[in-house]
């Protein structure tokens, strides 16, 4: 079992940052990929970012491209997700994931509950 626990979100407005964190406890941390998937109201879960277990592969989708960065320390045991430039059309729940490399929700076997972001126009 892996637990999964975000935090950093809240409110920002346009044009800001915020840098979210997913910290793990339970089994080794270092041997998953990792992601980060977000929920706006009325849509459906969303692959925003992932992490291979090394750190050395990442991929982020054309939506938040040059504006969000995905890193880990195995170390801590800690996913970040850094948002700049952020926009009112990334408001939403982010969940971090735990589980194989992949940028669908079957790809991930753990989750979180979720930290929420608003952005204000």
């Known amino acids: 079992q892996v637990q999964l626990v975000e935090s950093g979100g809240g409110l920002v407005q346009a044009g800001g940052s915020l840098r979210l964190s997913c910290a793990a406890s339970?089994?080794?941390?270092?041997?998953?990929?990792m992601g980060w998937f977000r929920q706006a109201p009325g849509k459906e879960r969303e692959f925003v970012a992932a992490i291979s277990w090394s750190g050395g592969r990442t991929y982020i989708v054309d939506s938040v491209k040059g504006r969000f960065t995905i890193s880990r320390d195995n170390a801590k045991n800690t996913v970040y997700l850094q948002m700049n430039s952020v926009k009112p059309e990334d408001t939403a729940i982010y969940h971090c994931?735990?589980?194989?490399?992949?940028?669908?929700?079957?790809?991930?076997?753990?989750w979180g509950q979720g930290t929420q972001v608003t952005v204000s126009s």
């Open positions: 339970g089994r080794t941390f270092s041997s998953y990929c």
């Open positions: 994931a735990a589980g194989g490399w992949g940028f669908s929700t079957r790809a991930y076997e753990y």
